[in-house]
């Protein structure tokens, strides 16, 4: 019994890859983030019956029991989080997909067929159309402008956080 | 190290909003964005990473996969195979 509780936070984490990779597979593999956030609340729907069984069962007093549900959930926020950017590296990640071409070459790439095989045009092209998409960017005139704010909001302060931490705006100033 | 601090490295998106944002009234055409973000800033620093984190070595000209790269390429690739996500990431 002490052992599930101790557990429930890697439980619900399985029960939250299971449901995303059921979302995925039988319901929808078109819309990553909706599984993803699927994922995550059937692993809360697992966390709590593993919870309320534990509290029925345990003769702790109430407060030794919240404040341990309250680790054990602060536990599976940190490892779904780390499970969604598992995820969004597979999704967005440069690097993930040049050692993906890579491995998919038994002899290995030269830069100019890595270039071949995936290029800065094409990174432009799937990130300009979920901007486009989201309406974060608009295209008008053969032009483009800035949409709706949040996107630009978000850029700020992560170049702000940049400047402040590492001193540089960009990875390319000395 | 496989994956990046938010901070580290410059993504894409970060940059692509920020130059259309320093564009301002007048916009950014599509030309613009492709002399401004490039191959050059986009893929030629994470090859080098490639490299210097030993995901990949090089053998004359050719990018070859460590073990390690091996490994975690595969992972991913099983992974986005598993959930059925036929369109290559990145």
Redesign the interface.
Known sequence: MTYLHAFSSIIALSVNVLA??YY??FIS?KH?LK?LFFGFFCGVLGFSIVEIYYMLQSQLPILQNISSVVINMASYSALGYCYF???N????????????E??TAN?????QQ??ER???????E???G??LKSN??IY???????GKPF??VA?KI??F??LF??GKK???EE | M??YS?????????????T??H?G??????KS??EK???D???????K??LSEK??YL?G?????TPK??I???M??T??R????EE???
Do not use: W
């Not at chain 2, 009234?25 to 599509?30: D, I, K, N, V």
């Open positions: 995303q990779v995925c597979r593999n990553l599984s950017h598992f995820v590296l597979g999704e967005t990640a440069r690097r993930i997909r040049m050692i993906s890579l491995k002899s290995g790439l030269s830069a890595i270039l995936y290029n800065a045009r094409e990174i432009i799937k990130r300009l979920r901007l974060q960017v008008r005139n053969g032009r483009y402008y800035i996107m630009l850029s992560i170049v956080l940049k931490i590492l960009s990875e390319f | 496989v994956t938010a901070l580290e490295a410059d993504s894409p998106s970060l940059v692509m909003i920020m259309i944002a564009s009234s007048e916009g950014l055409s599509q964005f492709e973000i490039n191959n800033t986009l893929i030629v620093p994470r090859l990473d490639a995901l990949a053998n000209n050719k990018y070859i996969l790269g091996r975690i390429a595969r991913f690739i992974y986005r598993i959930i059925k996500r290559k990431g990145g």
